[in-house]
């Protein structure tokens, strides 16, 4: 059953000050409490289940003069849709935690690293304790998510599951795929499974390079490798539904080009969308316990509602804590 974080209509007093009434909105977003640094907290939406035009005005008054440009230059409805959707989940989502005051999702501003990932600029960066959210979001048609994490870069990735391919899998695979990752999809009799595999194996990528901040220019897919090793006796596996998996970076280019020191959760979203989170483990190796991160996670349609999904058929873990 899944479980509402307050009755699910929310009202919002009407202001002359539009600015005011925006921020006073904020009092519709439940507050939520900073993840630790063992959790990751992830907010997914659908856009078909957005219909209140009400609504997607309120997302529209919160986000930035630039955002609202890039919004209105997209080709089509459904896209100006889902690029006004992902803009408003991630400023909503930042804005229900305290971070030593109230954030107003309007209020926030971005910034961009040299390979174009963007992090939220804070304004007291220097002096914040505990140390700012660090967010990543990803979305395809039909699912929008975003992630944050304390203390760790964290990098997301969603996929349909029945995404279609141009080309044949190997094809495909050959293209962005390690010799290693490439045998273990080859080995792969089934079609079906194959190309499930493969979409996870894209998933799990992806995240690490949003996680390392290069981004898929500054760390090509043929750059480096995923393993999949049992945490239980460490031997090297092709399975990634086991959820005593562990996945490791293996850099072609050398050891020291990419760090191998990164974690990663594999999921099943709504049985239509794998998604894959990437975070820096590198708590164990500082000696302050396992590095071992639990995932919780929502489904929202900001301003309006807000369940926690965890532990429904919403959502299941493939590999990694839940």
Not at 68 to 92: H, I, P, Y
Not at 308 to 313: E, F, I, M
Request: aromatic share 8%.
């Amino acid at each position: 059953m899944l479980r509402p974080l307050r009755p699910m209509v929310y009202s919002m007093t009407k202001f002359q000050c539009l600015d005011y009434v925006i921020c006073n909105s904020f009092s519709t977003l439940p507050r939520i409490q900073l993840p630790s640094p063992k959790e990751i907290h992830l907010w997914y939406i659908k856009p078909s289940e957005v219909k209140d035009e009400s609504l997607l005005n309120q997302y529209k008054e919160i986000l930035s003069p630039a955002e609202k440009d890039k919004v209105s230059q997209m080709s089509s409805e459904e896209l100006r849709k889902n690029a006004l959707l992902a803009r408003a989940l991630v400023r909503t989502t930042i804005a229900r935690y305290q971070i030593n005051s109230q954030v107003c999702p309007k209020s926030l501003n971005f910034v961009t690293n040299a390979h174009g990932k963007p992090e939220v600029d804070w304004q007291y960066k220097d002096i914040l304790r505990p140390a700012p959210l660090h967010f990543n979001m990803s979305h395809t048609s039909s699912l929008i998510a975003c992630a944050v994490a304390v203390d760790s870069p964290i990098g997301l990735d969603v996929e349909e599951k029945n995404r279609v391919l141009r080309h044949n899998i190997m094809s495909f695979a050959k293209r962005f795929f390690t010799k290693h990752e490439l045998q273990v999809l080859s080995a792969i009799s089934d079609p079906q499974v194959q190309h499930q595999e493969l979409i996870k194996l894209w998933t799990l990528k992806e995240a690490y390079v949003k996680a390392s901040g290069r981004g898929f220019s500054g760390a090509p897919f043929r750059s480096f490798t995923i393993q999949i090793k049992d945490g239980r006796n460490g031997s090297l596996m092709g399975n990634f539904n086991s959820e005593a998996s562990q996945f490791v970076v293996d850099s072609i280019d050398g050891p020291t080009d990419l760090s191998s020191n990164w974690e990663f959760v594999l999921l099943d979203l709504c049985s239509t969308h794998y998604a894959a989170i990437c975070t820096d483990a590198g708590l164990a190796v500082e000696g302050k316990g396992s590095a071992s991160k639990k995932v919780m996670v929502w489904k929202t349609i900001p301003f309006a509602e807000d369940y926690l999904v965890s532990g429904t058929n919403e959502v299941s873990v493939l590999s990694g804590p839940i």
